[in-house]
Antibody, heavy 116, light 110 residues
Framework: QVQLQQWGAGLLKPSETLSLTCGVY????????WSWVRQPPGKGLEWIGE???????KYNPSLKSRVTISGDTSKNHLSLKLNSVTDADTAVYYC??????????WGQGTLVTVSS | QSALTQPRSVSGSPGQSVTISCTGT?????????VSWYQQYPDKAPKLIVY???KRPSGVPDRFSGSKSGNTASLIISGLQAEDEADYFC??????????FGTGTIVTVL
């Protein structure tokens, strides 16, 4: 089973850019879609977007203007960038592997706090 | 696009069955047979337990089952066990290349 390991800055100031990376181990980026999902503290899940191994992306319309998701097949890494963050972007961010139209495998999650 | 609507909480005694509803619209739950369900323990990542409305991944007990009628999907937990106490989220493909999650349901085993 594929293992997903995430890393990135956990504390940001308003207006900064959130940047997270997800390493894929025990599997390949090829032939899959990969998602990012977030969860504000004590709240529900929100789908951010996805990318496939050919770089084709889809984004949540509510975040589309600020988000970039990409994949690096040479490093087997995924990345998430969200610019102009505010307090509302404080959340645990998960990278994940899609299985068809569901999210099959999840990373451990990274808490990102936005605070001045 | 709003989150899919789930009851805030449901509860049951060990051995009983509980049903969690997930209500969307004719543009998401009602249109696509791509509803999935996730179980989440505190401070843990979610785990996929049902996909494509009623299919179970390998290793998920058959106590968990899914169904759909109109704009509402349901997760049924039969023979409730203490370990089933967790948060549960539904998710539906919503067309337009995006997905909607539900508001989440806390399951309490009495």
């Amino acid at each position: 089973q594929v293992q997903l390991q995430q890393w990135g800055a956990g504390l940001l100031k308003p207006s900064e850019t959130l940047s997270l990376t997800c390493g894929v181990y025990g599997g390949s980026l090829s032939n899959h879609y990969w998602s990012w999902v977030r969860q504000p503290p004590g709240k529900g899940l929100e789908w951010i977007g996805e990318v496939n191994d050919r770089g084709h992306t889809k984004y949540n319309p509510s975040l589309k203007s600020r988000v970039t998701i990409s994949g690096d097949t040479s490093k087997n890494h995924l990345s998430l960038k969200l610019n102009s963050v505010t307090d509302a972007d404080t959340a645990v961010y998960y990278c994940a592997r899609n299985g068809g139209f569901s999210v099959a495998d999840w990373g451990q999650g990274t808490l990102v706090t936005v605070s001045s | 696009q709003s989150a899919l609507t789930q009851p805030r909480s449901v509860s049951g005694s060990p051995g009983q069955s509980v049903t969690i509803s997930c209500t969307g619209t004719s543009s998401d739950v009602g249109f696509y047979d791509y509803v999935s369900w996730y179980q989440q323990y505190p401070d843990k990542a979610p785990k996929l337990i049902v996909y494509d409305v009623s299919k179970r991944p390998s290793g998920v007990p058959d106590r968990f089952s899914g169904s759909k009628s109109g704009n509402t999907a349901s997760l049924i937990i039969s023979g409730l066990q203490a370990e089933d106490e967790a948060d549960y989220f539904c998710c539906s493909y919503a067309g337009g290349d995006y997905y909607l999650f539900g508001t989440g349901t806390i399951v309490t085993v009495l």
